[in-house]
Each structure stands twice: as C-alpha cells, then as structure tokens.
Nanobody, 122 residues
C-alpha cells in the first residue's frame, strides 16, 4: 500500500523551529519528486518546497526561502522539512506529496499524506 505518513507538527512561538518528517516506504515516487505543501483555513493549498532527482535539486516558495530546508534520507525513504525562524503566517496544515517529475522543477503529484498541523504563535 502506498502511504505517506507525516509527523513532527506542533505548536511553537514565533522564531522557533520544527522539523517535519514524511515516511514514504513503498512509495514508487520516492526519489523522483517529493514535496511539502501547506494550507491555511480559507486559503488554497500551496507548495512550500520540493525535492527532485534523488535529492539533487530543490525548490522553495519565496515566502520560506532561507528559512526552510527540504531534504531526504534515501536509506530511510523519508523526506524532511526543517523549518526555522517560524512566523505566525506559517501556521497551516502541512502535507507531504509524492509524484512524477515533469522537468523544469515541476511535478505531477500522485500521492498525498493526511497532513500535520503547524501552529506558530506571536
């Protein structure tokens, strides 16, 4: 069964850090295209970061560039999102996704996790 299982969400104060994990065991797209998205209440789901080609390339949303880092552990088949200098605007449900790489740092997203909540207080 193809699964993506997120963990690591929680509540922190502004300026704090969290690390999200996404276990992708059995997922055929691991190493191809993995990403983190987030969705705040009343807003669309937006891509935060993605990692391609077995971790050789990454891309970030402008709003998190320099604060968040996406990485993957190929042996553990796990993708991470290290989030530093968190701001109240980062509060959202965070989702892990896996898919096929299209080129030009875009993906066709095929699988989604259930999400993990991140809440940042001021």
């Amino acid at each position: 069964q193809v699964q993506l299982v997120e963990s690591g969400g929680g509540s922190v104060q502004a300026g704090g850090s969290l690390r999200l994990s996404c276990a992708a065991s059995g997922n055929p797209y691991f190493g191809n295209c993995m990403g983190w998205f987030r969705q705040a209440p009343g807003k669309e789901r937006d891509r935060v970061a993605a990692i391609f080609n077995s971790g050789r390339s990454t891309v970030y949303a402008d709003s998190v560039e320099g604060r968040f880092t996406i990485s993957q552990d190929n042996a553990k088949k796990t993708v991470y999102l290290q989030m530093n200098s968190l701001e109240p605007e980062d509060t959202a449900m965070y989702y892990c996704a896996a898919g096929a790489y299209f080129g030009l740092r875009t993906c066709s997203w095929k699988n989604w996790g259930q999400g993990t909540q991140v809440t940042v207080s001021s």
